[in-house]
Every structure is written in C-alpha cells, then in structure tokens.
C-alpha cells in the first residue's frame, strides 16, 4: 500500500483555481482564448455555471500581462444587481477600471463623473475610455467583464452597455489608439438573453470561446494526486471521467472524494470503486449531500422561474429517452444547455454524463411534469372519484390547451386515459345533445365547436392522407363521411348560416387546425399543400353532385366563395411557402412572382397574415417564418467562404467567371451580382465606411442635434451622399429636401427622440417605397433605373441601420410591392425581383445572426 495521500496536492470544488493550483486543467479554450485575446479580438466565454470560466480568466490574465497586455477584472456581482440604479451601476463599473489601472491618483474620479451629468451614464463610461484610460495608459489593455449573466436580474435594460463595447471595436477604423483595447466577457446567459437589438450587439462580430469538459490526454495532472490511493491512478482518472463526461466541478469533486476515501482502489477494481464512490455520495439523497450546490442549481433552470413553465422539461424529455437528438439551437435548447445538463457535440444534443442520468432520470422528469399539469385538478378529482366523474372531463378550449401541452411530453398512463376519455366523452355529449341544443337556441356555434374538437383529436391520430380523405367527403362531396354526426353537424350549420362569410371562418379554422400540427413536422409539411389543391380542384366534382340535395347544392356554393376569398389566397400563399419549387437562378425562372415567396421570410408577417387571424395562426407564421430564415443563413454562411475563396482564386477585373460549382447559390444572383452585393452591404462603400460604420458615426453626431429641424437637416445631408450627383440634381435631392422638411414640422423645435426617430424612418420608407397605388409609386422605380438595385437598396439599409424598430416597416412595404405583382411573370419584374434578393442579402447581412468576420477579412 502506498503512503498517505499529499494533502498539498488538493483538488478544488467550486470557485477559481489558484494561479499555481497543480489541479488546472489546460484544455483548447485555453489556446482559443490567448491567441484572439492577443490578436485584439473580443471574446466571450457563455456556458453554464462550474466549467472552469473563473479559472479560465485567472489564468488568460496571467499569461497576456506576462506578454505585456495591461488586464483589469469587473466582476458585476460585485457591483450589484438589485436596486441600483443606471448611474450607480455604469460608475460602478468606471470606479472598477480606475482602480485596476491604478488611474485614482491621477483623477478625481467622482468629481470628473459629477461634472458630467449632462451625458448619460453610458456615455461617461465611453467618455473615460476615450479621454482617460486610452491617454493614461499607453500598453495594450484587456478588460474582462465576469458574471455578465448579472445584467439579467438588473431592473433597466443594458443594451447600450453592449453597443459601447460595439463602439469600442467600430472606432478602430478611424480611432488607431482603439484598437489596443480589447474585452472579454464571460458568465452564464446566451447573447439574445443579454441583448435583443441585433444591430447593436458585438456578439455577432465577436469570437465565441468553446469551453468542454476535460478531456482524458489533457488532465493526467489529476492523476497526479490519486496516486497514494490508487494502483493505477490514470485507470481511476479514467473512471471518473467516464461518470462526470468530463464537468470540471464534478471531476474535482469526485477526485477529491477519492482521496478522502479511506478504501486503497487495486488494480482492477477502479470501475466498482467509483461506482459505489458516486452513488453513495453524489447520487444517493442528492439534494441533501449537494454541497457546495450544482445539482441543484441544475434542478432550478430546467425548471424555469415560471412554475407552469415545462418547455424545458418536454425537450430534456426528448433527449433522455431519444438518447440523442439534431442540435437546432434552438432559445429552449441553448437555454438547456447553460443549464449544463445537456452539450452539443457532433451536431447532436446528449445528457452531459451518466450522473444526470441518474438523478434527472425519467421518472423524476414524468414527477415533474405531472407538477405542472394545466388540468391537475380536474385529473386528480377524476382518479379520486374512481374515474366515475364525467363532470371532471376536459372540453372545448380547456381540452384544446391540454391536448397541445402533452403533444411534446411523454406522460403517464392515467394522463393518457384521462385525455382520451375528455376526447371521446365530448363526441358522445354532442351526439346526444345536437338536435335539442338546435332546437331551443337555433345557433351554429355549438356545432362549429364539435367539427374543430373533431378534427384536433383526429390530427393527433391518423395519418394527412387518412385527414385529407375526410375533408374530400366532408366539404366537397357532402356525403359518405365516416361520422354521421359530423355530417349532420356540418349540415345544420349550412342550414341556420347568416352569411358566406361565417362558413369561410369554419372551413379556415378546420384547415388551420390540420396545418398548424402538420407543420411542426418535417414530413407532413407536404401535406399542406395537398390539402390546399383540395379545394382548388373541387369544382370539377360538381357536376357529379349536382342532383344532390338543396343543402349540399349550398355547400357547392359556399366553397365557391371560399376559393375566392381572401383566406383561401393566404392558404395557397402558405402551402407555396411549405412546399416550394424554387429555380437555382434567374435563367430558370419563367413562373410568377407570387411562387418565389418562400424565398423572402421577411416578407411573411405581412404577407401570409389576414385581418383578424386568430393566435394560433400568427404562431404557425412566425415559426414557419423563423425556421425558413434559419435555413437561408445556413445555406448564406455555407455558401460564402466558398464564394469568396473562388473570387479570391479567379480574381478578375470584369467579374467573376461563373463556372460549375458543387454548392448551390442560395440567391437568385449570380455569383458576380451576389458578391457585389456582400461587397456593397458589408464592405465599405464611403471612403472607409461600411454602411453600419456611417450609421454609428450619424447617430453619434446628431445625438448632440439642438432641435429636430437640425436633425432633419443633417439627415438630408447623411442621405443624398449615396446618391449619385447627377440624378440627386436632376430631381431626386428637391422631393427628398421638401420631403423631410414637411415631416413632422411641428416637432421642429423639438430635441431629438428614439420616438421621432422611427417616425422619421418610417416616413422616408413611405416616401421611397410607396404603395403602387399612389403617385409617388414610380419613384422607387426611378431610383432603381437611375442608381442601380444595389445603391437603391444601400440608400434603405441606411435608414433601417438607423432605427432597427423600423425594419418591419420597411418589410411591409416590399410586401405590398409582392402583394401588387404576385401574378406578374419574373421576367416581366425582373427590377423587383433583384431588389427582393438584394434586401435579402442586406438584412442577413445586418440584422441576422451570422459571424461576417470571414467576409469582413477576406473581400477584395
């Protein structure tokens, strides 16, 4: 046996590892961190709580002031949270720079902050940035900003704290002395949690620093200090990393138990040693032996801050039994994975390791789960009552909420015995109670309730083929349905009708019900479109069915009405939006505008959206939308390197030669016509300005704008630069000058607002992008015939660029544009059509969620 264990050779649980601690891990992020810390990138490191992040930070300051970087630390904790005000807050963290840069000598910190009350508190951060920090110290400087999850509990938004470090990083190219400071932040939150305004957040221009869990060839360190209690120490490292997949706090945590043992593991027996190390003192009455905390702070952010909150549960549902799923990155599962239970790995989502297995099993999941039951009450009250209590029985929108809550989540037996005796107790009472119910009330709503609680049940159960045979039987044919009850609801509905309009609500409401489960799933998508062609194609069984009844010759007319209706045409938008056939490029396109939709996400809120849609409707929309805008940048960000790499290869004065290439285009440009455009959207397009450039630097200077006739007179002048002479002088730079002179000229003297500021915008976009109802409609036409499609759409991203609220104004009003030329030919639009695809390419570009650095670094 060998000697007592070296107690100096301690193992760490929870909090940062000395600097000289023989127990730190090097992993990558080590490596990732230093080399773009050095290269002056700013970094953030978001994972959940106990991977090393502290650690990780005491070691990169080390190491960067060894190589002469000047390091200071904010940690918000200690700046505080609650109750604290903008002021306190951004001077807290001022005074916390002074003092790490020993700057407090040398000014008076609160007398220099005082004296500048005029400016806002984020101001005078950037103020003593500038005019102080960058002056007084000459080295490069690094600031680490820890616990940035910290902002989430304050009671006033952050933003501009973000945009200043944006700033920070923007004013390199015309500030050189920026460009020695650099920032890190780190702590526990995704970047949408922090900021939500895309156009300010230096996330999407920052480097993301991967932190995993230990791996073996990297912590033999460890094994280090088993080796008084082991035979084989590298064999019992093995063990425990095989049980904590590597999780720095459980790693060290069970090390140190192993040395705190007082059983010697032999050769041979590293794998039962471990196993019973972990299940009597970590997994065995986990709650009470979780000291200092981690599960348990597992436990609290899976289960969410709402208590009727299970979204979280149903995905981590998912995961524990699937052992796997695709990792979409979805908000849910980013927020899963901070919580650390679950990591992406290989493009798959997994249980981090075999101790949450163990403890967040099944069963405790399904214990959970039954917490939060939108029915409990009902449910329990029915089981109490031996399941005799039919008045317990779920119905109508209360049935509809549960059946939708269980549609993800894997339940018990007696929910399920529940929910399907509410589903077959609601057909039984309307069979019973139909003809009386019309008898004394003469109302159509009861009924109407009936065909929807039908068709939600059955969409749970059968098949889209089996669904859309019904709907054929039911709404075309008029016979031959398999339910008699539903016919004959159907028609009692028909008869006591006050109006066409009535029945084309029913029949929308019974599509949707169809659509909006169909469409969560990837392979029924393609039955939208079938059940949509349904109806187009019903007016060639008339003839057949025309020596039917009075009632089903009304229920031919009716759908008549309905195939001409508004709702109809938003129906056959959204199949073509599910189901498109897109060309590969412009050559190939000889169909009508209207089928291109699918390609403009951005146009669906406005497009796809009736008057009055109901709730259910607009969240099919917004999730149709934001998987078909998640697709395009993924296809964008693929298809970019290779773009450029080629450019870069073939580089040619003239253009660039269009050859067969092995990855497709995901625009309907060219490949010329596209890199000119990432060049016009992202490069610099005034001497060394982007277009986000010269927003940032507008912005700056009108913030100082005495009246909003002094704004207005500056944004004329921010304007007409991306005009061409010629054509401003013509015409264009008069109607844009009376145009900003007439808006709003009761606000003249006025200071500039965020308020006015949108108005403005939204003003301008209506000025440029007119409905082709009114005069002015031909002037967006003239400016694509005079200045080109892509400085047209530069002149509308520098307005957009201005106020990101304005962008769905902006949507709205190329989709009135799409709305007017649906049926037109492509060829006969071809003007619209490459706007449509360069505003595109200039909203991903700036307001999605792509890294551009690539591009940034590589256009030529």
Same mark, same amino acid.
């Given at each position: 046996?060998?000697?007592?264990?070296?107690?100096?050779?301690?193992?760490?649980?929870?909090?940062?590892?000395?600097?000289?601690?023989?127990?730190?891990?090097?992993?990558?992020?080590?490596?990732?961190?230093?080399?773009?810390?050095?290269?002056?990138?700013?970094?953030? &490191?978001?994972?959940?709580?106990?991977?090393?992040?502290?650690?990780?930070?005491?070691?990169?300051?080390?190491?960067?002031? !060894?190589?002469?970087?000047?390091?200071?630390?904010?940690?918000?904790?200690?700046?505080?949270?609650?109750?604290?005000?903008?002021?306190?807050?951004?001077?807290?963290?001022?005074?916390?720079?002074?003092?790490?840069?020993?700057?407090?000598?040398?000014?008076?910190?609160?007398?220099?902050?005082?004296?500048?009350?005029?400016?806002?508190?984020?101001?005078?951060?950037?103020?003593?940035?500038?005019?102080?920090?960058?002056?007084?110290?000459?080295?490069?400087?690094?600031?680490? &900003?820890?616990?940035?999850?910290?902002?989430?509990?304050?009671?006033?938004?952050?933003?501009?704290?973000?945009?200043?470090?944006?700033?920070?990083?923007?004013?390199?190219?015309?500030?050189?002395?920026?460009?020695?400071?650099?920032?890190?932040?780190?702590?526990?939150?995704?970047?949408?949690?922090? +900021?939500?305004?895309?156009?300010?957040?230096?996330?999407? +221009?920052?480097?993301?620093?991967?932190?995993?869990?230990?791996?073996?060839?990297?912590?033999? !360190?460890?094994?280090?200090?088993?080796?008084?209690?082991?035979?084989?120490?590298? !064999? &019992?490292?093995?063990?425990?990393?095989?049980?904590?997949?590597?999780?720095?706090?459980?790693?060290?945590?069970?090390?140190?138990?192993?040395?705190?043992?007082?059983?010697?593991?032999?050769?041979?027996?590293?794998?039962?040693?471990?196993?019973?190390?972990?299940?009597?003192?970590?997994?065995?009455?986990?709650?009470?032996?979780?000291?200092?905390?981690?599960?348990?702070?597992?436990?609290?952010?899976?289960?969410?801050?709402?208590?009727?909150?299970?979204?979280?549960?149903?995905?981590?549902?998912?995961?524990?039994?699937?052992?796997?799923?695709?990792?979409?990155?979805?908000?849910?599962?980013?927020?899963?994975?901070?919580?650390?239970?679950?990591?992406?790995?290989?493009?798959?989502?997994?249980?981090?390791?075999?101790?949450?297995?163990?403890? =967040?099993?099944?069963?405790?999941?399904?214990?959970?789960?039954?917490?939060?039951?939108?029915?409990?009450?009902?449910?329990?009250?029915?089981?109490?009552?031996?399941?005799?209590?039919?008045?317990?029985?779920?119905?109508?929108?209360?049935?509809?909420?549960?059946?939708?809550?269980?549609?993800?989540?894997?339940?018990?037996?007696?929910?399920?015995?529940?929910?399907?005796?509410?589903?077959?107790?609601?057909?039984?009472?309307?069979?019973?109670?139909?003809?009386?119910?019309?008898?004394?009330?003469?109302?159509?709503?009861?009924?109407?309730?009936?065909?929807?609680?039908?068709?939600?049940?059955?969409?749970?159960?059968?098949?889209?083929?089996?669904?859309?045979?019904? =709907?054929?039987?039911?709404?075309?044919?008029?016979?031959?349905?398999?339910?008699?009850?539903?016919?004959?609801?159907?028609?009692?509905?028909?008869?006591?009708?006050?109006?066409?309009?009535?029945?084309?609500?029913?029949?929308?409401?019974?599509?949707?019900?169809?659509?909006?489960?169909?469409?969560?799933?990837?392979?029924?998508?393609?039955?939208?479109?079938?059940?949509?062609?349904?109806?187009?194609?019903?007016?060639?069984?008339?003839?057949?069915?025309?020596?039917?009844?009075?009632?089903?010759?009304?229920?031919?007319?009716?759908?008549?009405?309905?195939?001409?209706?508004?709702?109809?045409?938003?129906?056959?938008?959204? !199949?073509?939006?599910?189901?498109?056939?897109?060309?590969?490029?412009?050559?190939?396109?000889?169909?009508?505008?209207?089928?291109?939709?699918?390609?403009?996400?951005?146009?669906?809120?406005?497009?796809?959206?009736?008057?009055?849609?109901?709730?259910?409707?607009?969240?099919?929309?917004?999730?149709?939308?934001?998987?078909?805008?998640?697709?395009?940048?993924?296809?964008?960000?693929?298809?970019?390197?290779?773009?450029?790499?080629?450019?870069?290869?073939?580089?040619?004065?003239?253009?660039?030669?269009?050859?067969?290439?092995?990855?497709?285009?995901?625009?309907?440009?060219?490949?010329?016509?596209?890199?000119?455009?990432?060049?016009? =959207? &992202?490069?610099?397009?005034?001497?060394?300005?982007?277009?986000?450039?010269?927003?940032?630097?507008?912005?700056?200077?009108?913030?100082?704008?005495?009246?909003?006739?002094?704004?207005?007179?500056?944004?004329?002048?921010?304007?007409?630069?991306?005009?061409?002479?010629?054509?401003?002088?013509?015409?264009?730079?008069?109607?844009?000058?009376?145009?900003?002179?007439?808006?709003?000229?009761?606000?003249?003297?006025?200071?500039?607002?965020?308020?006015?500021?949108?108005?403005?915008?939204?003003?301008?976009?209506?000025?440029?992008?007119?409905?082709?109802?009114?005069?002015?409609?031909?002037?967006?036409?003239?400016?694509?015939?005079?200045?080109?499609?892509?400085?047209?759409?530069?002149?509308?991203?520098? +307005?957009?660029?201005?106020?990101?609220?304005?962008?769905?104004?902006?949507?709205?009003?190329?989709?009135?544009?799409?709305?007017?030329?649906?049926?037109?030919?492509?060829?006969?639009?071809?003007?619209?059509?490459?706007?449509?695809?360069?505003?595109?390419?200039?909203?991903?570009?700036?307001?999605?969620?792509?890294?551009?650095?690539?591009?940034?670094?590589?256009?030529?």
């Amino acid at each position: 046996m060998k000697a007592d264990p070296n107690l100096a050779y301690d193992y760490q649980v929870g909090g940062s590892l000395p600097l000289d601690a023989p127990t730190y891990v090097t992993r990558q992020a080590d490596f990732d961190f230093y080399k773009h810390m050095m290269a002056g990138e700013f970094c953030y &490191v978001l994972n959940s709580r106990q991977m090393g992040k502290s650690s990780l930070r005491v070691q990169m300051v080390r190491r960067l002031a !060894a190589n002469g970087v000047v390091c200071a630390v904010v940690d918000l904790t200690a700046i505080g949270s609650q109750n604290i005000s903008p002021d306190q807050w951004y001077a807290g963290i001022t005074y916390t720079l002074a003092n790490s840069f020993n700057l407090l000598d040398k000014v008076d910190l609160g007398a220099w902050w005082c004296d500048r009350e005029f400016l806002s508190p984020v101001q005078r951060l950037s103020e003593f940035i500038c005019e102080i920090l960058l002056k007084e110290i000459p080295q490069k400087i690094a600031i680490f &900003v820890d616990e940035i999850d910290s902002v989430l509990s304050l009671n006033f938004k952050v933003d501009d704290f973000f945009a200043l470090i944006r700033s920070c990083l923007e004013k390199r190219n015309y500030h050189p002395e920026y460009k020695r400071l650099t920032w890190a932040l780190l702590g526990v939150a995704t970047p949408s949690e922090l +900021i939500q305004d895309r156009s300010r957040t230096p996330f999407n +221009i920052g480097q993301a620093i991967r932190l995993t869990g230990f791996q073996l060839h990297e912590c033999f !360190a460890l094994a280090a200090g088993l080796d008084p209690k082991a035979d084989n120490p590298k !064999a &019992v490292l093995k063990e425990i990393l095989d049980w904590t997949g590597g999780k720095p706090f459980l790693t060290q945590k069970l090390c140190k138990m192993a040395i705190s043992s007082l059983n010697f593991i032999r050769e041979g027996e590293e794998a039962e040693a471990i196993e019973n190390l972990v299940k009597s003192c970590i997994i065995e009455n986990w709650e009470a032996q979780d000291e200092p905390e981690h599960l348990r702070t597992i436990r609290d952010r899976l289960l969410g801050r709402d208590p009727n909150s299970s979204k979280l549960l149903a995905l981590y549902q998912r995961i524990l039994l699937a052992g796997e799923i695709p990792a979409n990155d979805t908000p849910e599962e980013m927020d899963l994975r901070l919580s650390g239970l679950v990591v992406k790995q290989q493009g798959k989502l997994r249980v981090y390791n075999n101790i949450y297995k163990l403890i =967040f099993n099944s069963g405790w999941v399904q214990q959970k789960l039954a917490e939060r039951r939108p029915y409990k009450a009902d449910f329990e009250a029915w089981l109490v009552s031996g399941r005799l209590d039919e008045s317990r029985l779920l119905r109508g929108e209360k049935l509809q909420a549960a059946l939708a809550w269980a549609a993800d989540k894997t339940l018990t037996s007696q929910d399920y015995d529940f929910l399907n005796a509410s589903q077959k107790n609601i057909l039984f009472t309307i069979k019973q109670n139909n003809y009386s119910r019309y008898d004394e009330n003469r109302s159509t709503n009861n009924d109407a309730q009936f065909l929807y609680d039908h068709f939600l049940y059955l969409v749970q159960k059968e098949s889209p083929t089996k669904l859309i045979e019904r =709907f054929r039987k039911l709404f075309i044919d008029g016979m031959g349905y398999p339910d008699p009850e539903i016919e004959a609801a159907l028609y009692r509905i028909i008869a006591f009708l006050g109006n066409e309009q009535e029945f084309i609500n029913l029949l929308n409401r019974c599509c949707h019900i169809l659509i909006n489960r169909w469409q969560l799933h990837s392979h029924k998508q393609s039955a939208i479109a079938d059940l949509v062609a349904l109806f187009k194609n019903s007016s060639s069984r008339f003839i057949y069915l025309a020596s039917r009844s009075h009632l089903v010759k009304r229920l031919q007319e009716l759908l008549l009405h309905f195939t001409a209706s508004e709702e109809y045409q938003t129906l056959q938008r959204l !199949a073509q939006v599910v189901e498109p056939t897109l060309p590969l490029n412009m050559a190939e396109v000889n169909t009508s505008l209207g089928q291109l939709i699918c390609r403009y996400p951005y146009l669906y809120t406005h497009y796809l959206l009736p008057e009055n849609n109901s709730y259910e409707h607009r969240q099919t929309i917004r999730e149709i939308q934001r998987q078909k805008q998640r697709e395009y940048e993924l296809n964008f960000a693929q298809y970019m390197p290779y773009l450029i790499g080629r450019r870069q290869i073939n580089y040619s004065a003239s253009s660039i030669q269009e050859t067969e290439i092995s990855l497709a285009n995901p625009t309907l440009l060219s490949d010329g016509e596209l890199y000119s455009a990432i060049n016009e =959207f &992202v490069g610099k397009v005034e001497e060394s300005y982007t277009y986000r450039d010269l927003a940032t630097v507008f912005l700056t200077r009108v913030a100082r704008a005495k009246s909003y006739r002094a704004f207005k007179a500056d944004l004329y002048e921010y304007l007409i630069a991306s005009i061409e002479t010629k054509y401003g002088k013509h015409q264009f730079n008069d109607r844009l000058y009376k145009q900003l002179k007439n808006t709003f000229p009761e606000n003249d003297n006025q200071k500039l607002d965020e308020f006015l500021l949108m108005r403005t915008c939204s003003q301008l976009f209506n000025f440029l992008v007119e409905s082709p109802q009114h005069s002015n409609y031909y002037l967006f036409i003239d400016m694509i015939s005079n200045m080109g499609t892509l400085r047209t759409i530069g002149l509308l991203l520098k +307005i957009v660029l201005l106020s990101s609220k304005v962008k769905p104004h902006l949507e709205k009003r190329f989709s009135l544009l799409f709305n007017y030329y649906e049926s037109k030919t492509v060829n006969e639009i071809l003007w619209l059509v490459k706007s449509l695809e360069n505003l595109n390419v200039a909203l991903v570009t700036n307001f999605g969620g792509l890294d551009l650095s690539f591009i940034e670094r590589n256009l030529i």
